[in-house]
Structure formats: structure tokens, C-alpha cells
């Protein structure tokens, strides 16, 4: 800086000069983080500044005749901005396609907490993604605490994603910002996305924004897909792991038009199956035999940004089958019988979404969302006949508006609507079973919202505060406020704070299969109201450096309080799941401790601890809910060689004794102890890269820990207690796996 500038800006704060204020940004891999040490100046002047670490600069405006500001950092397009009279101005630098090392710098940070989010946002990038096979959406989560992964149904292998050990149905599964993973496709859609499909996981706990709408009540998963303009020319992936299953995968994106102004990607991927393997000799497959296609086809033109159009939409179709069950079983042959138990599950489901914006000034854009899936299902579930058709649609219009230079308003309005309609037949009745019949659910819900972000002394305070109000088609009309509070003490510490409510409507077999695959009858006690909880919580990150070390660690508690929430009852009768709604006391109280640490820009070492308390009161008790270990821990290891050739990566998660269900009124031979074991698993995997080419290779569950006699009554899977509901950990042992990607960026 010379000695003009420093001048001018020691003139400009003796005097009490006027100056103008800002924040700069860039584009990173989840579309805007601060960008710190970035230089702002006038344009044709001397006088210039540095972004501080929070993004933060201010110059005087002085002599200024040009009030123009020019923005520049290493990696990012250089940009000039018109301010006018604002006093206050946001820039966004748009990151240099040409400046391939920066861009290596940026995929070098894994999780990690978002800097710029008001809310607790953990960002899962490609880099972290790659550091497992992470082969869906489920299989993504091994280098952090946040989320665990749980099986709700072992023949088939359907899973579901919790998050401060409540069930998976309380987070809301956003793609692309949009709910899509919902009704019937919450069963089995997480692994329908692969992961080299998947730009970034945003993982955000507790209250989160009402501009998606009222559903998440634990928590939010947002997958942002590959932009077309922004991924891989070309991106091969091949995948086979020990039980003979196979995967593959081809991104393809280029630029078209005469202009080149619009970009599109082809997305295509397959799952072949696995051989017949039963390593535990319970007469089951360990897991099933799995056949997938998946189209997706992506456009994307303008930018969000920037004044004008910008238009993104989507398109994707899957086809699935999955046949799990006793080692000899064969759908042609079996469906329905008693002879061989099994179970199939076979779906399509086409979907689409198209994202329009209109942005009119630096201060105003419109914007409208629109989004819809159908799924058309056959299923047995051995003697259950369960067939399932769902049309779903969701259209959000939205203003957003800058006023007083800095804060901003979002506004606007919204519909859901759901078409559900399921039939269960049975072609057996000695279980006398009596809940066969046609179940059709509906939701139709049009609802309005505004959401204000505040901004306060240089962004030291961040304050979002929101209201929705949805109209039920049958319960009527529901409420739901909601705020984040973000303070950041200084450079190393931020405290955040968050508090809302929210709702949700019951898709009763489409959310708990485990109804379907049990020998129980299914009776209900009354109809199922939307369930509602009001979430609290507090976090605190702290940030440092010394020398070539960096770190974080971040503690966050957060409080999650039922008014009305649904649970099949499995311990009053082992023979029936008793359907009610629960307005007693319902809690869950999650605590996480997590520590990460980088040395060189080489080894990267990462820790967590969770405590959850998770409970009802029920008969003047606490009645702890299943499958919630009280401590859980994690830890996670990655080492790159200095040529960034070889990566090294190892996790390891441990989990405490979990309460299962209470199988106390069945025979004795069909019991189970009330609470599980405590158990460890760990993974490793190597990779070597070339400049295009990386080869990876790595083992699941390397001790090869099973849980013990998972499935009840396995030996007579036709006969009134068998029940799958017991499944608390690994079952399928070992696993070993090899992969290749190739990638011209």
C-alpha cells in the first residue's frame, strides 16, 4: 500500500470522513463464502484497503468523484463495481475458471463449519467425499458426527438418515434446495444419488430456514448437485466390492448454444447385484440383490447473481429392484408363497424441477421454484402384497429485497401437494391379520412466509428471524416462527443461537416399512394428527492457527420438545404395532463435542463425541426411545504425500448400548435382551492419483463385527413373531472394495 493511501485513510478517520462500508465474497464450493485478504480500492485512485478476516472493509469516500470500487483477489475474476451513494455494498467475486491451483486449494479443506451461514452449517465438499466409496447418499457421512446412518429394514436394506438421534423422518432431505425426498420415496430415495452426483452436503442441526417450508424439525440435509458450468468435463466412476455388487457411474457436461451460454450435464448411473452371500448362516441374504438405473439430465443458464434471467432445471428417472430374503428365494417363483420367504421391491419414479430468477437491481429479484416426482411401486413383503402410487408437487414464489444497504428480506409464497395412495393385500390368513385395504394421503397445503436477515456492526451480529402460515387441508391452520442468531466475539470465536418450531404430516407404511415386513398386525388407536416440536439449541466455534497448524473445535447442544408425535407402539402385545398419537412429555436432548486439526496441509486428524438422552414419559417413567446409543464418538484420519500421489484415510465410530424393543411378552426362544451391546466398526481406504486417474481401495467394517441373530424368529419367517425391528448393528461382516475414477476437469 503506499504512502498516499496510508494517508488518506488516517486523514479520513481523524476527521470523522464519511466512508463506505462492505463485505467481500467469493464463490466456493457451496456458492458463497467470505473472502478474506481480498483488495477493494476507487477506481483511478490510491486508495485502497484489505478485507479482514471476516470479509470486512471500509474506505473513505472523500475526493472521491468516481464512485466506483475495484474488487480483486488471487483465483477470483477481478470486478467493478458502480456503489452510487450506498453507504453499504456485498460483493461477490466469481472464481477464475483458469486458476486451476486455487481451486485445488479450496477442494483441500474437507468438513468443516461454515463461516458465513447464521445457522450451524457443516459443508461436506467433494474432497471428503472422496476420502470413502461413498457409493449413496447414506454411505457419506463417515468422517462425521452429525449424521448417522440406520437401517430400518435389514432384508432389504433400507436406511435413513437421523440427526440428534431422532428418526430420519424429522430432517427435511432437500435436493438442489428443494424437497424432494419425501412420502414414498423417503425409504429408499437417499441412495438413489450417488456421490459422484453430489457436489457438496450442507448438514445443518436444529431450526433451520422457513423458506423451505415448516418440515424440519431435527435438522436439514441440502445435496447440491454438480453445476454444469462448474464440474468436470468428463467423470467416470467404476465401483465392485467383496460380495460381487457392482457400480457405475458418467458425468458429461459441456457448454452449448451459439453463445455459449447455456450449460447442461448428463448424469448417468447402474447398479448391478451382488452374488448370494450369507455370512452368518441365519438362512438370509446379507444384503440384497440390487438392480438400479439412473438417468439425470441438468441445465443451467445466467447467473443467480447477476442482473437478468437465470434459469436451472432438472430431470431424472430411476428404476429399481431389490430382492432380499431367504437364500433361495426367487420372486417368479415365490412372490406370495409360503414356501420361501422374500421380499421385493420394485419402483420407477421420473422427477423434475425448474428454478426461474429475474434479478431486477443489486437490491431486488424474483424468483419461482417449481418441483414434482410421481413413483409408481410393487412390493412384497413375504405374504404382504403392497402396491403404491405417488404424484407430489411443490412451487415456491419468492421477492427478495435489500434494504438499508445490508439487511434483507425474503418473501413470498408457496404449495404442497401429495397424492398417496397405497393398497395391502395378503395372500395368507392364518397370521389373521386385519389392516389389508386401500390407505390413500393426501396434503394440500398453501402457505405464505417472510424471513428477515438483519446485520449489525460490520456483520458482528447476524440476526434471521422467520414465519410461516400453512393451512392443513384437514387439521387447519399452522404457525411456525423461527430465528438465528450468529455473534462473532472475534477473529477465532462465534456463538450461535437458534429457536423455532415445526410440523409434519404421518405417511404411516410409506415412512415405517418395518410395519409391512413384521408377522405384527397393524391396529389403530385413533387417526394420526401432524406431529409438531419447537427445537432449541446453542453452538459455540472456536478457530485458531499456530504456525502450520490449523484447527477448530465446536460445541453445540440442542433440545427438541414433542407436542404431538407418532411412535408404533411394539412393547404393549408382540403381536400387534398399536398406531396412536403420543401428546405426553417427548424429548430429545444431543450434545456434540467436535475437534479438527490440519498440520502441513497434509495430515488432517478429526474427533467428536455425542451424548443423546432421548426419552418419553409413559406410565409416570422415563421410557428411553430405541436405537439411540447414550455416547457415541468418532474419529477420522487423513494423510496426502507432499506430491499429492498417495492419500491415506481411516474412521473409526463407536457406539454405545442402545435400548431396543421390548420383546419381553414373546417365547422365550423369540426374546431379545432389552438392550444392546457396545460396538466399534472401522474403515480404511487408499488412494493413488494420477493427473486424470485416481485408483482407490478400501475395506467397510475391517474387524468384521456382526450383530448377533438380527432377524426374530428367522427359522419360521411365516409364523406370528417374526419381526425385523431388532436390528441395532453391522450385519454383513467385512467388506472389501476397489474403484477407478477418471476426470478431465
Known sequence: MSRMTIVLLLLAHMCGAQTIKGKLFGEGVQGKEILPGGMVRWLGTDVATFANENGVFELPVSSIKDRRLIASNMGFV????????????????????????????????????????????EIINQRELSKAACCDLAGCFGTQASVQPQTTNIVTNAQELRILGLSGVYNQVLFDGLPMVYGLNYTYGISTYPGTLVNSIMVSKGT??????????????????????????????????????????????????????????????????????DGNNDGFLDLPLLTRYMALNKWRYGNEREKGLSLQGMVRVVSERRIGGQTGYAPAENEGSTSIYGQCVHYTQPEAYVKAGYRLSDDHAVSLAASGFAQQQRSWFGTTSYHARQQSGYLNLQHEWLWREKHLLKYGASYRYQELNEQIAFSDTFLHRTYAGRYDT?????????????????????LITGLRLDHHQQWGAYLTPRSMLKYVINDHHTLRASAGTGWRQVNLFAEQVNLLASSRDVVFAEALKPEQAMNWGVSHNYRFEAGDMTGAVTGDFYSTRFSNQFFPDYDSDPTRAIIRNFTGVSRSNALQVDASLTFFKQLEVRAAYNYLYVYRIENGGKNMLPFNPRNRAMAAVSYTTRNK?????????????????????????????????????????????????????????LLNYRQPDPIISATNPFGPYFDLSSVWGPTRGRELYVGVRYAIK
Open 78 to 121: 477481478t470486478d467493478t463495481i458502480a456503489v452510487g451513494d450506498r453507504t453499504y455494498v456485498s460483493i461477490t467475486l466469481r472464481r477464475d475458471a483458469k486458476d486451476l491451483g486455487t481451486v485445488t486449494i479450496t477442494d483441500r479443506s474437507g468438513a468443516r463449519l461454515s463461516t458465513t451461514s447464521v445457522g450451524q452449517t
Open 208 to 277: 433451520t430456514s422457513v423458506l423451505q417450508g415448516y418440515e424440519s424439525i431435527s435438522g436439514q440435509i441440502n445435496m447440491e448437485s454438480r453445476q454444469p458450468d462448474k464440474t468436470e468435463r468428463l467423470l467416470l466412476n467404476g465401483y465392485m466390492n467383496s460380495f460381487g455388487e457392482k457400480h457405475a457411474n458418467a458425468n458429461l457436461a459441456t457448454a452449448v448454444g451459439r453463445n455459449k451460454k447455456w450449460h447442461t450435464m448428463l448424469s448417468l448411473h447402474t447398479v448391478q447385484p451382488a452374488g448370494k452371500v
Open 442 to 462: 393426501r396434503l394440500r397445503v398453501p402457505g405464505l412466509f417472510a424471513e428477515n436477515t438483519f446485520h449489525w456492526k460490520d456483520e458482528k451480529y447476524t
Open 645 to 701: 500421489h498417495w492419500q491415506a484415510d481411516a474412521n473409526m465410530h463407536w457406539f454405545d448400548r442402545m435400548r431396543l424393543p421390548d420383546t419381553r411378552n414373546n417365547p422365550v426362544e423369540y426374546r431379545r435382551p432389552l438392550y444392546s451391546v457396545p460396538y466399534a466398526s472401522y474403515n480404511v481406504q487408499l488412494t493413488y492419483k494420477w493427473r486424470t486417474l485416481d485408483v482407490y481401495a478400501g475395506c467397510e467394517n
